[in-house]
């Protein structure tokens, strides 16, 4: 059987870290559907912003309810909440709802210095480049508490092969267990 390559992302280097970047639509509808599809899995994700000098990685406390409304997703979790601008917005200059509009939708692997897979996320930025949020998906090599585990289970990429599917039209990539097969 012939295997068939492997569409590769765009490599970016950001704050000293080394990312293969995948772009997803960042229509409304597919906004929330990614949003969705994320916060199924809100047992084994973490959630926040990753900016220079902050990494956020909040464990959401349980299922979120999520509703749109007139371009803004709210994702509820009762306690608390998040609203994110994700579509037109009724009533504002249309130069404020393209600043904060989600303008790139990327899923992401963090590289090492072999070039090897070793985190998994999602992340929403807006019109100016600044996250709104970033998803740590789950890793093979992590528990949900964040221990480190003994054998890679391969199992907890099925979200991150999930989500390429559904928004990308691609499978699953070796790439993601090349780190152990090389033996680090």
Same mark, same amino acid.
């Given at each position: 059987?012939?295997?068939?390559?492997?569409?590769? !992302? *765009?490599?970016?280097? /950001?704050?000293?870290?080394?990312?293969?970047?995948?772009?997803?639509?960042?229509? /409304?509808?597919?906004? $929330?559907?990614?949003?969705?599809?994320?916060?199924?899995?809100?047992?084994?994700?973490?959630?926040?912003?990753? =900016?220079?000098?902050?990494?956020?990685?909040?464990?959401?406390?349980?299922?979120?309810?999520?509703?749109?409304?007139?371009? +803004?997703?709210?994702?509820?979790?009762?306690?608390?909440?998040?609203?994110?601008?994700?579509? *037109?917005?009724?009533?504002?200059?249309?130069? $404020?709802?393209? %600043?904060?509009?989600?303008?790139?939708?990327? $899923?992401?692997?963090?590289?090492?210095?072999? /070039?090897?897979?070793?985190?998994?996320?999602?992340? %929403? %930025?807006?019109?100016? !480049?600044? *996250?709104?949020?970033?998803?740590?998906?789950?890793?093979?090599?992590?528990?949900?508490?964040?221990?480190?585990?003994?054998?890679?289970?391969?199992?907890?990429?099925?979200?991150?092969?999930?989500?390429?599917?559904? +928004? $990308?039209? =691609?499978?699953?990539?070796?790439?993601?267990?090349? +780190?152990?097969?090389? !033996?680090?």
């Amino acid at each position: 059987m012939i295997e068939e390559p492997v569409s590769r !992302g *765009e490599i970016v280097d /950001e704050c000293g870290a080394r990312f293969e970047v995948f772009r997803l639509p960042n229509d /409304e509808d597919t906004l $929330l559907n990614v949003l969705k599809d994320c916060f199924a899995e809100w047992r084994h994700i973490r959630i926040g912003p990753l =900016i220079p000098g902050a990494l956020w990685e909040i464990r959401p406390p349980g299922e979120p309810s999520i509703t749109a409304d007139n371009g +803004y997703a709210t994702v509820d979790f009762h306690d608390w909440h998040v609203h994110l601008c994700i579509g *037109e917005r009724e009533g504002v200059r249309p130069e $404020l709802v393209q %600043l904060r509009r989600t303008s790139r939708v990327e $899923l992401f692997r963090r590289l090492d210095r072999w /070039e090897q897979a070793f985190r998994w996320g999602l992340r %929403l %930025l807006n019109g100016a !480049g600044q *996250e709104q949020i970033t998803f740590a998906l789950p890793s093979p090599f992590l528990t949900d508490d964040e221990q480190a585990m003994g054998e890679p289970d391969w199992g907890r990429l099925a979200l991150w092969n999930r989500l390429r599917r559904k +928004y $990308l039209g =691609i499978g699953p990539d070796p790439v993601d267990s090349a +780190y152990w097969k090389c !033996g680090f």
